[in-house]
C-alpha cells in the first residue's frame, strides 16, 4: 500500500508510512481523513499531500490536528493559507496552539 502510494522503498519516509500504515487500521485512517475533509476543510487530496511530505503527520490526534488548524485561524490566516503552509511546513501540525501563536 505505501509503494502505491509513491513512496520510495529506499528512503525514510517510506519507513515513516510504513510504520503509521502499521499502527493504524484502515479504518482509523478512513476516519482521520473524514474528519480532516469534513471538519476542517481540506481536500483529500491535500490530506494525502500532506501526508506523503510528512507521514507521521497522519498519526497525530484528530485534536492534535484541530488545535493547529484552529491556532492559525486564530492568527487570521485563510483556509486557503492554512493549506498552503501545511502543504509546505506539514510538520506544523504537530506543533502546540501555543508554539504556533509564538512562531508567528
Known amino acids: 500500500k505505501v509503494v502505491e502510494m509513491g513512496f520510495d522503498p529506499t528512503t525514510s519516509k517510506f519507513v515513516e508510512?510504513?510504520?503509521v500504515f502499521y499502527k493504524l487500521s484502515d479504518k482509523t485512517i478512513e476516519e482521520k481523513l473524514c474528519i480532516l475533509d469534513k471538519r476542517l476543510g481540506f481536500a483529500v487530496g491535500d490530506v494525502w499531500e500532506i501526508f506523503k511530505k510528512s507521514p507521521i503527520s497522519l498519526a497525530?490526534?484528530?485534536q492534535k490536528i484541530a488545535n493547529s488548524v484552529e491556532a492559525f485561524?486564530?492568527?487570521?490566516?485563510?483556509?486557503?493559507e492554512?493549506?498552503?503552509?501545511l502543504k509546505n511546513f506539514p510538520r506544523c501540525l504537530?506543533?502546540?496552539?501555543?508554539?504556533v501563536k509564538k512562531k508567528t
Open 17 to 19: 508510512a510504513l510504520r
Open 60 to 62: 497525530l490526534s484528530e
Open 73 to 80: 485561524r486564530g492568527l487570521g490566516f485563510s483556509k486557503d
Open 82 to 85: 492554512i493549506t498552503t503552509i
Open 94 to 99: 504537530s506543533l502546540s496552539a501555543e508554539t
